[in-house]
RNA sequence: CGGAGCGUGGCGCAGCUUGGUAGCGCGCAUCGUUCGGGACGAUGAGGUCGCCGGUUCAAAUCCGGCCGCUCCGACCA
């Protein structure tokens, strides 16, 4: 991609009504632009790294064997009425088109922007699941969430609107799906390890609600998390502290003595829903024997978002974004110094070698000063910088920086896309 | 939902105490000089001063109400 033709403009001071790191960085490099509180636009740039975060956890979502599908985000009242869920006494973040008697749309029956999915992926299972022939099932989708919060904070890492990866197992029994649970927690530490956040992020105990003693949260140490965790370091387990108790430590033979209290982001959760949903929504199947059974649910979630605002926070420095290599959405910045007839040829000829070779590449191509093409190369955080300009070019080379060094290298052009490939 | 702060061209801010032609920097446009870490000069475009109401000859400025944003707390299916 040409940086002339790119819609991108960058900023050189930070927005005045966001404090978040990351809300601040990311409005000021172009990637995305603030709608209202707690709900962002995601533009160009900001769309593609989205899109490579999405591309890994989809792609580790079909290894174990997830099937994609798109569920609608209005909502119908029916099948929250079914699993007791409509009520805003029992989920309080609902945008609705009616609440208490008010106003909503002015036609139309009383709908719900989504703000979870298992009744509907339960309601529409009904469809498809008559017989243990047809269990196990592992659907999932990427969608928007509603939540009206009652107080978004800290850019991307509590929203009001945002994408979620929601997956869903129906299994037979207790056992097949706690084979699943398993194979999706090792399949989460994969992605954030693909991430970039794999040493960071900790699987956590939490809170599990009626069906079984803990749900599991990934929580990624960061100052500004919301939540507090008491981290075992060599077992590479945490305890949310809403749960922490003698009775917990010895459930998990872990002593007081080694742990460690430190803030965390839950940039993903799995959770044991047992027949929560199965049952009143009426989702069952005839086993070998004839018998009617409830399926057994589970649903693991993570947030895209949430994880790019996270890997900002961990990444970043005080010159502005820092990309790993799974997420950055160019490899390289390659920018051009000068608009001499040699280096805008050279420059040109970098620019498609490395596209033929499938390395993506931000191509600054416009009249500006090198200053300007530094900071922003620095802001933007792609992970590699090439310089071509008169003075490489007198070398035959281009220059070669790493964002997260000070060094730079010089290397004859012959050897471009070996230097910036895998 | 409680507490604190804020709202003035696209962005960052001053002006408000003491009412009287709306200003600065960045960015943008044109021209010239520059060109390896956000250059300089000249000219120019761009603003319902968050919204509604009140006081006044006159309101960005004073008064009332509302809306929005940030942070702390409560909440977080």
């Known amino acids: 991609m040409r940086r002339s033709q790119i819609f991108l403009r960058t900023r050189k001071e930070a927005p005045a009504d966001e404090e978040a790191k990351n809300a601040q960085l990311l409005i000021r490099a172009g990637y995305i632009h603030k709608e209202m509180a707690g709900v962002y636009d995601y533009l160009p740039l900001g769309l593609i790294t989205l899109g490579k975060i999405m591309d890994i956890i989809r792609q580790v979502m079909n290894e174990i064997g997830g099937q994609e599908l798109f569920l609608s985000a209005l909502q119908p009242k029916e099948n929250w009425a079914r699993s007791g869920r409509w009520h805003d006494d029992v989920i309080d973040v609902w945008f609705k088109t009616r609440t208490h008697g008010g106003q909503g749309f002015h036609m139309g029956p009383e709908l719900g922007l989504s703000n979870t999915h298992e009744e509907a992926i339960t309601a529409i ?47 037979r029994n207790d056992q097949e799906h706690q084979e699943f649970y398993e194979k999706v927690q090792a399949a989460y530490f994969k992605i954030f390890e693909r991430l970039g956040l794999g040493k960071e992020t900790y699987l956590t105990f939490a809170s599990g609600g009626s069906f079984s003693q803990f749900s599991h949260e990934f929580q990624t140490i960061t100052d500004v998390g919301e939540d507090t965790l008491l981290v075992h370091e060599s077992k590479k387990l945490a305890i ?79 010159k502005g974004l820092v990309w790993p290599e799974n997420v950055a959405p160019f490899r390289v910045y390659l920018a051009r110094l000068g608009n001499s007839k040699t280096v805008v ?17 931000l191509y ?21 910088r090439v310089v071509i300009s008169e003075r490489t070019l007198q070398n035959s080379s281009f220059e070669l920086k ?19 490939g895998d």
Not at 275 to 303: H, Q, W
Not at 365 to 381: H, I, K, N, Q
């Open 125 to 171: 299972m009904k469809n498809f699941v008559h017989s243990y022939k047809d269990l196990p099932v592992y659907a999932y989708q990427f969608q928007t969430k509603f939540r009206n919060e009652p107080r978004s904070k800290s850019g991307l890492l509590r929203c009001r609107e945002f994408i979620m990866k929601d997956l869903y197992s129906f299994s």
């Open 240 to 318: 949310n502290k809403e749960i922490y108790s003698g009775k917990v430590l010895k459930e998990l033979q872990i002593s007081k003595e080694e742990l460690i209290e430190k803030k965390g982001v839950e940039v993903g959760n799995i959770f044991p829903l047992g027949t929560r949903f199965s049952e009143p929504l009426g989702l069952n199947y005839t086993d070998e024997a004839g018998k009617l059974r409830p399926v057994i649910m589970g649903c693991y979630g993570i947030g895209p978002g949430r994880v790019m605002g996270t890997i900002v926070e961990h990444f970043a420095d005080d």
């Open 364 to 384: 600054d191509d416009r009249s500006v000063r090198p200053g300007e093409m530094f900071a922003d190369a620095d802001l933007l955080g792609l992970p590699k």
């Open 402 to 420: 790493s964002r997260e060094s000070d060094d730079t290298q010089l290397i004859k052009l012959d050897q471009l896309v070996q230097a910036l």
């Open 345 to 361: 040829q050279a420059a040109d000829e970098a620019y498609a070698l490395l596209t033929q070779n499938a390395i993506g590449v």
